[in-house]
């Protein structure tokens, strides 16, 4: 009937905020194979237990514990509260789910060796995935078990860019070490999202799985490739979904900057070399013989005037 | 005739003596601004494409970083054949040259399809036209100054900092817009500038092989090659003594050098620092070499000490912050050895570059920078490895600083054996008369033929002599 196997255990510590006065708030889970989905809860005697601590800070401060849920189960979550101030004999706690009160989980919980130990069962189905407090009326402590399906780790959101007849990888992970069943690639076009068939389309695309993390390659790229893609990790009680964004450019998109750096450099190259020539007859002024690109300008922009004065003053030099 | 025989003297030293120092030398000393920065500075920003790379190909990280291991060895092996054509035909072409390749590899490897393709463009293609533009803007620049050299090259390698913040972004930018491929598309576009650079580069007398060769056009084609080659390549520089000395002295000061900018920020998270703690040391250590570089360069202008020993000054401090980085273990020690050793490994710089022509001569500059390059490659080959090794053998990274430490002070113990080390005074520079009169007996005698024929005045002279010579 009961099936110990699946007992999650877990060691997460924080040792630093062990300290004397403190409340101490420790929780106990105990799971079972949801085989068979009847909500009678019957799990104490099961020697599977693991037990887990969580230890607070002060009165008011709050424990959040994640803990993930693959397949439809029932859970046990126990809080402990130590060092209460003035020891009453009982205090009342209850539950909330996302906040609100579970209704009939109200009840008194007696003085055990200055420990006050408030347990509940849990029949989680997909439905019932959510956050679980215990709360004490008497006091400001409260623990907070998010129950979901493991999440996926959120890449950058900006577009992942590649370029038509390119090929491009997609990928998607899981921030912790779960395998779902399996993973499920889709495109989403507008409104709805459409399967990722490989086997139907092997020269297209190509997908990869690794437990816990999947990559699509997506070959041939073409423009109309653009878009959401969506990838959803399957497990027995609900898939976890995300999303990759692709965009799809053509060659001439990186090519305009391209040119207009090139256009630059070549305007430049021209211009501190023709700049360098010109300079060349002012330094050097014997060499007015020579072919200049330089001084014909500059002999035609001074005027014919000035052309006839240089060159008779030239022709005045060389002859003894 | 007086002057025929002077001019070909004249013409041959005046062009290593006129050293502007100033006016022109500065666009030089931009030219090499830009320049650093476009090839040492951006090869530090490369890591963002190796995320991409690794995911796209599917290798490993250490098989792409050979891209940035085979860029930087192509660039200092290449180093003596760049110093030989600059040689031949001057800095400028050689330059435009270098920048129109390092351009054509990135453009070529944006079409890449296999690791190999990307070895062959990034690596190979843009790792020689990195040579070809390296060493001769090096010179270039040593040329024109000579009471300013120190802070010219400072000023000039701070391109290489300002670079490697500036680009990270920048690349992650493009790579985010255009996809790695249009990226480096743009990338190699950026490359072409230096071409530009290279336009910049005025040069300041004919290239030396030229000259000789133009002495020597009597001999046979043969063995004038064979002693253009010899000129080329400086190979008289490997009987020199204060030549093989330095080149020992830094290829000791290359294998400890780069170790601390690949571990330091392993060490630090290491030691239990965050990600966001060894970043900023890092950082701190850039600022540190940055103004290290300006600093030491005017400092060794104002010339209160003897070039060779500030550099040793500088590297003995180097080798020692290096062997305390180990012993930091507070956050604040780790910084402040940091910025020491960030400034001296800034301030050693453009002082080990600008030693060369007191150690060899300013004619054979040139030729004993790409000589250099390719003996201290060595070092920077075994010590990156022997690091990494040192580390995984030991599990700490505090033996291979040490190495490093030890391997710098050693460099600085070898520096004080170099010829003249002890003096006060600088030596006198080796003059080109001397240096003729050792090697070159062939030239010599036909530099005496030719002196006799009229060919050598209208090859070397201005024109405006011959009327002279014809009124007489």
New interface residues.
């Given amino acids: 009937m009961l099936h110990p196997s699946c007992t999650q255990h877990r060691t997460g510590q924080r040792p630093l905020f062990s300290m004397a006065n403190v409340i101490q708030l420790t929780l106990l889970l105990i799971c079972c194979d949801g085989m068979n989905t009847e909500t009678s809860p019957s799990p104490q005697s099961d020697p599977g237990i693991t037990t887990q601590k969580a230890v607070s800070k002060g009165q008011n401060q709050v424990i959040i514990e994640e803990l993930a849920i693959l397949t439809p189960q029932k859970i046990e979550l126990l809080c402990n509260l130590i060092d209460i101030p003035n020891n009453p004999p009982n205090i009342t706690g209850y539950w909330t789910k996302d906040g609100q009160e579970i209704e009939n989980s109200e009840e008194s919980v007696n003085r055990n060796n200055e420990q006050y130990i408030l347990k509940r069962t849990f029949s989680i189905e997909a439905r019932d995935l959510g956050n679980y407090s215990c709360n004490f009326r008497e006091n400001e402590a409260q623990v907070t078990f998010v129950l979901d399906v493991p999440a996926i780790k959120d890449t950058r959101n900006k577009p992942v860019v590649s370029y038509i007849g390119d090929s491009v990888v997609l990928e998607c992970k899981l921030k912790l070490k779960h395998t779902p069943n399996t993973w499920n690639w889709y495109k989403a076009n507008d409104t709805e999202k459409v399967l990722i068939n490989v086997t139907a389309n092997p020269q297209n695309y190509k997908i990869v799985i690794n437990g816990s993390d999947t990559k699509l390659t997506v070959l041939n790229l073409t423009e109309e490739d653009s878009g959401k893609y969506i990838c959803s990790a399957e497990f027995d009680i609900k898939p976890r979904e995300s999303y990759v964004k692709l965009k799809v450019l053509s060659y001439t998109e990186p090519l305009k900057p391209f040119i207009a750096i090139v256009v630059e450099v070549i305007v430049l190259v021209t211009l501190i070399l023709l700049w360098e020539k010109c300079n060349k007859p002012q330094q050097d002024n014997s060499s007015a013989g020579e072919n200049d690109v330089c001084s014909e300008q500059t002999s035609k922009l001074a005027g014919d005037e000035n052309n006839g004065v240089n060159n008779t003053a030239r022709q005045r030099k060389l002859q003894p | 005739m007086e002057k025929p025989q002077k001019t070909p003297e004249e013409q041959q030293s005046s062009p290593q003596m006129v050293a502007p120092d100033g006016g022109w030398g500065w666009v030089v000393v931009g030219s090499l601004f830009v320049s650093s920065a476009l090839v040492f500075g951006l090869i530090r920003s490369l890591g963002v494409f190796f995320v991409e790379f690794v995911?796209?190909f599917g290798e490993s990280a250490q098989a792409v970083s050979w891209i940035t291991s085979i860029g930087l060895a192509m660039q200092q092996l290449m180093s003596p054949i760049s110093a030989a054509a600059s040689n031949v035909y001057g800095a400028r072409p050689v330059v435009?040259m270098g920048g129109f390749l390092s351009g054509l590899g990135f453009i070529l490897a944006s079409q890449a399809t296999s690791l190999l393709h990307l070895y062959l463009t990034m690596g190979f293609i843009s790792g020689l036209g990195w040579a070809l533009i390296f060493t001769p803007t090096v010179a270039s620049v040593m040329q024109y100054f000579t009471l300013r050299r120190s802070l010219a090259m400072g000023l000039g390698f701070t391109g290489v900092g300002l670079a490697s913040f500036a680009f990270s972004p920048l690349f992650q930018y493009l790579v985010?817009?255009?996809?790695w491929?249009?990226?480096l598309?743009?990338l190699?576009?950026?490359s072409?500038?230096m071409?530009?650079c290279g336009?910049?580069i005025?040069p300041l007398g004919t290239p030396k092989v030229v000259v000789k060769a133009e002495n020597a056009s009597k001999l046979n084609k043969c063995s004038s090659l064979l002693s253009r080659i010899y000129e080329g390549f400086e190979i008289s520089l490997l009987s020199h003594r204060g030549f093989l000395t330095y080149s020992m002295a830094i290829t000791l000061f290359n294998a400890g050098y780069f170790i601390p900018y690949v571990h330091l920020v392993a060490h630090s998270r290491h030691i239990g620092f965050t990600e966001y703690q060894a970043a900023f040391v890092i950082s701190v250590t850039g600022v540190a070499d940055i103004v290290g570089r300006v600093a030491s360069g005017w400092f060794s202008d104002l010339g209160r000490m003897r070039m060779q020993h500030m550099l040793v000054v500088w590297t003995g401090l180097l080798g020692l912050s290096l062997m305390l980085i180990p012993v930091a273990v507070v956050y604040s020690g780790l910084l402040v050895v940091s910025v020491v050793y960030g400034f001296c490994a800034g301030a050693m710089t453009p002082l080990a570059f600008a030693v060369v022509p007191e150690i060899v001569g300013m004619e054979r500059m040139l030729g004993a920078l790409g000589l250099l390059q390719l003996i201290e490659s060595i070092g920077g080959l075994l010590g990156a490895p022997l690091s990494g090794w040192l580390k995984d053998y030991t599990g700490m990274y505090t033996v291979s600083f040490i190495a490093a430490g030890s391997f710098l002070v050693l460099g600085t113990f070898v520096t004080m054996t170099l010829p003249y080390f002890w003096s006060c005074t600088a030596p006198p520079p080796p003059s080109p008369s001397q240096k003729k009169s050792q090697d070159e007996s062939i030239e010599d005698g036909l530099l005496k033929q030719t002196l006799s024929s009229n060919s050598v005045p209208e090859i070397l002279c201005?024109?405006?002599d011959i009327?002279y010579s014809?009124?007489e």
């Fill in positions: 995911q796209y435009m985010e817009a255009y996809a491929r249009g990226a598309l743009v190699g576009g950026l072409f500038n071409i530009a336009a910049l005025r201005p024109s405006d009327p014809d009124k």
